[in-house]
């Protein structure tokens, strides 16, 4: 079996990335999300007012706009370790929850920061992680599962929130 090269290692993860962040780049073949143009958190995340987004989907549940802020948390310190600075030995992750309501000028700004974030993250990831450390290149790899993850809390909650289950 032969070697993977480093270049199409990266653009697959990048790939995924942007799959689980943007939806997928050919929705008929997906890896992660459903086969809908912009179905990644973003994509969600627009089809959502507010509110909705500040409504926990139960008594002390967290919000989808505090999954969307710490994402934002989240992403930002993966971004500051691809330019090799270690953000993470003094994140503050319990901070990242803290956002639990947002008004409509809340909700535009955080998700235009996110997009934001996101693309700085991607062209970060393309040019090359570096692959030296073992830690930013597990943190890079860890970026698909921990966006699946609030892809899928977000969804979920949304859920809860248009549908809830009768007794």
Known sequence: MGQISTESFV???????EEVHVGPAEPRAT??????PASGFLGTLDT???SVASKPPAPGMNTIAAHSAHLLFALSLALRAMYGENPYATAKWEESW????VD?????ALRADLRRVHGELIA???RGPPLD???VFKGVISLVGHGAYHLGAMQTIHRQLTNPLRP
């Open 31 to 36: 890896w992660i999300t459903s086969n809908r």
């Open 133 to 135: 450390d073992p830690d």
């Open 124 to 126: 970060a990831i393309r």
């Open 48 to 50: 959502l007012s507010a």
């Open 11 to 17: 653009e697959a993860i990048a790939s995924l990335i």
């Open 104 to 108: 409509d000028a809340a909700w535009t």
């Open 98 to 101: 803290r956002t639990q309501t």
